[in-house]
């Protein structure tokens, strides 16, 4: 049984350009959930999604970033127009059901140039 | 809002000794959950232990225990026998117990520990 997969592990993208990030939770699973790690911080929660529902969303940036978990596919976080501070880990994590804990991933490490 | 504290940067403990990593949080929620995580260099986050605040019983995994003080909001992790490989970033996180219906962990911003040989 797989984990929680997340590509690509490592991005590097200019400054305005688009940044796609995907996670396939674990089998099984339809609770996702997206953090952000910056250097030398801890996680920060960003959002909270069910298949092809966003539940919570407060930790998002209000302009740019959008997350999305399809009914066929992986969840999606979009990073828009990216800038320097959007470098950073961006790390997946599952759960079977929202009750439960999670598993997370490896991380995504983008790097805005 | 809930949140997490990590006093304490950085930590070393000599190979074979113990160590204790402090944690203190804020909620005013009566039910919910307390872990420990495991940050080694590959980034790989690791569940170390995990504490349901209704059960007073402190839990223990192998090497580590926790010190759950639910009066004092205290979450202490104790890490026995020190090995090499424990040498890592370690995060205190909490969790509500989902009666608000979000399950986001709340993390405080770590501890090095490092192990000498």
């Known amino acids: 049984n797989a984990g929680v997969m997340q590509n690509p592990r490592h991005l590097v993208r200019r400054r305005g350009q688009e940044a796609r990030l995907r996670c396939s939770p674990m089998k099984g699973h339809s609770h996702v959930y997206w953090y952000r790690q910056l250097p030398e911080e801890g996680l920060k929660f960003m959002v909270y999604l069910q298949k092809e529902n966003i539940i919570d969303e407060s930790g998002m940036p209000k302009e740019r970033f959008s997350a999305e978990f399809p009914k066929e596919g992986p969840s999606i976080l979009r990073i828009q127009q990216v800038v320097r501070g959007d470098s950073a880990a961006y790390f997946c994590a599952s759960s079977e059901q929202g009750t439960h804990g999670y598993t997370f991933g490896s991380g995504t490490r983008l790097t805005v140039v | 809002a809930q949140t997490v504290t990590q006093s304490q940067p950085e930590m070393s403990v000599q190979e074979a000794e113990t160590v204790t990593l402090s944690c203190t949080y804020d909620t005013s929620e009566s039910d919910y959950y307390l872990f420990w995580y495991k940050q080694p260099p590959s980034r790989q986050m690791i569940l170390v232990i995990r504490q349901e605040a209704y059960k007073q019983q402190n839990a223990t995994e192998n090497r580590f225990s926790v010190n759950f003080q639910k009066a004092a909001k205290s979450f202490s992790l104790k890490i026995s026998d020190s090995q090499l490989g424990d040498a890592a970033m370690y995060f205190c996180?909490?969790?509500?117990?989902?009666?608000?219906?979000?399950?986001?962990?709340?993390f405080g911003t770590g501890t090095r520990l490092k192990v000498l040989a």
């Open positions: 996180a909490y969790r509500s117990a989902g009666g608000s219906g979000t399950y986001k962990y709340i």
